[in-house]
């Protein structure tokens, strides 16, 4: 590469998007939810299920941590979704649930990161 172009390109537009954290969130919780949902036999389940389990591990972290800025209320309710998701996903590997309720509950989470407005805390 000469110096020519890398003057010229230096200063360029990124290309690619950078994404808000709430727009992160939204989007890894999709991401493993479709994976929930399409799972077709015991292992890609298994799978789904330990992404699904990994997220809410972090989401109960963050919560729990005293410097989160969102309401009590909602970051209790957070670290209770957290347990429960825990609980059912032992269920389900267990063979005794369906992976319907969490992906119930992520797509309730996906809905309100969507209603959140954008500078809010998050």
């Not at 998007?17 to 969130?25: C, L, M, N």
């Not at 015991?42 to 330990?50: D, K």
């Amino acid at each position: 590469m000469n110096a020519l172009h890398m003057a010229r390109t230096a200063y360029a537009p990124a290309t690619g998007s950078v994404s808000s954290p709430r727009a992160t969130e939204y989007n890894t919780f999709a991401r493993v939810t479709r994976a929930m949902k399409a799972a077709d036999g015991p292992a890609a389940t298994a799978a789904a299920l330990h992404d699904n389990r990994r997220l809410w591990t972090l989401l109960a972290a963050g919560v729990a941590d005293a410097e989160n800025a969102l309401p009590a209320d909602l970051r209790g309710g957070l670290f209770y979704l957290a347990e429960f998701t825990n609980q059912h996903t032992s269920r389900i590997l267990n063979g005794d649930a369906s992976t319907d309720v969490l992906v119930e509950i992520n797509t309730a989470v996906m809905r309100g990161l969507r209603q959140q407005p954008a500078g809010a805390p998050g």
